[in-house]
């Protein structure tokens, strides 16, 4: 009988300094060639799980650990992390933080080069996998300046190049738009027919639907599922665990009626333009946020949202067109949540970031216990945030703005690493904002939160607008198919 692809038994695993257990009695075991898809609410344990398969965990980020995980033919507890890492590829949420060169076709040859492998094997695994996503033409490439979906599949590429058995991803979709996430599955799809163990970590179901063979559902560190994919479907299951609808858009939705009363505005620019030096550039923009209004942005990766942004926020300045807010003086407000909190969070506890520089705000120290409950982050309080999962880091820094209430906020992707419960909780916090009359924009890829949360819509293209109106008109399935290739036909058949 041929061996499981991965074999888990009794594991149990604990963080240093920590009292409880993240992972507790897992066992498991996955075949060769299955196609298995992770979920569960922030801080389940779905991360640590991966961590723990690749050896990171405990050999490199420490920790205590006890039980039996058996790659292939190899224990976890007997070899290194480089031993393993050519049975099990693993890809990271954000690709930047496991690059280690700056040219494409050096970043997918890095692991075979350290391995020492014979400069012929090496090239032709290069070739061979930079073909097999699809980015054979950019070798020559800087890998910081390709697309966030660039990116990810040449983090799949730099895996590959090793020939591993397992390719274990975790929150591959995050950064990316619609269409950058259907091609990643796409590849996926391509590899799971090359009989590919693969296990996907998610929050996000609706592409992993076609192609998983089982789900499993995590819960307090241990798993409580392992079911068929159709278990995604049932409604009970998905409010019980925190799991997003496989459907993109709500099928029932309801678009609320448009009401703003158009005083003035919180925030209007007039023919803004901002150009980088390689020549992209936001041009002509013109644009009104109004008190208690909800405005999304959306587009495909490389369009100009994030730019735009940075410079609402005055982060750049413009090099034309006019920005005037709702007060001239230093009064006004703006707060600005990145998508990767890491480059925001620098305090070293929960409750210190959202507290940092509060006593020169007036009344905001008396926001953050609400603010604390509302978010559910009053047991993580005292924890160190980079010692958080992606959803609690991103969670902690959206509350760090909301006890500042500022007068306009804005969010770029805010629901990366969030699974449905959290979300509708952070769905709470802005409709409670939007009657303090705050403006707010969020970029987003995701539709459903969009759907939930803004009264108009305005899409980005190439640095330029080209629709906007009502949430209910803007994303509606042809709207969105005619702007952006992808964002309808974002099932594999």
Same mark, same amino acid.
């Given at each position: ?102 040219? @494409?076709? /050096? &970043?997918?040859?890095?692991? $075979? #080069? ?5 400069? *012929? ?126 459907? @993109?858009? /709500? &099928?029932?939705?309801?678009? $609320? #009626? ?5 005083? *003035? ?229």
């Amino acid at each position: 009988m041929t061996n499981p692809a991965l074999q888990i038994t009794n594991l149990n695993f604990k963080y240093p300094h920590q009292e409880n257990f993240a992972l507790k009695n897992i066992n498991l075991t996955i075949k060769r060639g299955e196609f298995v898809f992770l979920t569960g609410k922030s801080g389940c344990g779905k991360s640590t799980l991966a961590r723990c398969l690749n050896g990171t965990l405990p050999q490199i980020l420490g920790g205590e650990i006890d039980g039996i995980i058996q790659v292939l033919d190899k224990n976890t507890r007997e070899n290194s992390v480089s031993d393993l890492a050519q049975n099990l590829g693993f890809i990271f949420q954000n690709p930047e933080s496991q690059f280690f060169t700056v040219k @494409v076709e /050096d &970043e997918v040859a890095f692991g $075979p #080069e350290n391995l020492g492998w014979e400069s *012929n094997k090496i090239s032709k695994n290069v070739d061979e996998a930079l073909n097999s996503v699809d980015m054979l033409e950019n070798r020559d490439m800087n890998v910081f300046n390709l697309s966030e979906g660039q990116k990810q599949r040449i983090a799949v590429a730099a895996n590959l190049s090793l020939q591993p058995e397992i390719l274990v991803m975790d929150e591959p979709t995050s950064n990316l738009d619609p269409p950058g996430a259907y091609k990643l599955f796409e590849i996926l799809k391509r590899l799971k027919n090359q009989k590919k163990t693969i296990i996907l970590i998610d929050h996000r179901t609706h592409h992993a639907l076609p192609l998983a063979d089982r789900v499993l559902i995590m819960d307090k560190g241990k798993i409580i599922k392992d079911d068929e994919p159709e278990i995604l479907y049932d409604a009970h299951t998905r409010e019980s665990y925190g799991i997003r609808n496989p459907r @993109v858009l /709500d &099928e029932n939705y309801q678009a $609320p #009626e448009y009401q703003i009363v158009k005083q *003035n505005p919180v925030l209007d620019i007039s023919r803004l333009s901002y150009s980088y030096d390689n020549g992209f550039s936001i041009q002509d923009i013109n644009l009104q946020i109004y008190p208690g209004e909800v405005v999304g942005l959306v587009g495909s990766n490389g369009s100009g949202k994030t730019t735009l942004a940075k410079v609402l926020s005055g982060i750049l300045k413009p090099l034309k067109g006019t920005l005037n807010w709702e007060r001239e003086d230093s009064t006004f407000k703006v707060g600005m949540v990145f998508q990767n909190p890491d480059h925001q969070l620098f305090m070293d506890s929960v409750y210190n970031e959202l507290n940092f520089g509060l006593e020169e705000v007036p009344g905001a120290q008396l926001n953050i216990g609400p603010v604390l409950k509302s978010m559910n982050l009053e047991k993580l309080q005292k924890r160190h945030p980079h010692s958080l999962s992606g959803g609690e880091k991103q969670r902690t820094l959206i509350s760090a703005f909301l006890v500042r209430e500022p007068h306009l906020l804005i969010m770029d992707e805010p629901t990366t690493g969030m699974d449905y419960y959290h979300m509708q909780r952070l769905v709470y916090e802005i409709k409670r904002l939007k009657k303090r009359n705050m403006g707010i924009m969020i970029i987003s890829h995701d539709l459903e939160f969009l759907q939930q949360t803004t009264q108009r819509v305005i899409i980005l293209s190439q640095g330029k607008i080209i629709q906007e109106g009502p949430t209910g008109d803007i994303l509606s399935q042809d709207k969105l198919d005619t702007c952006f290739e992808g964002y309808q036909s974002l099932s594999i058949k």
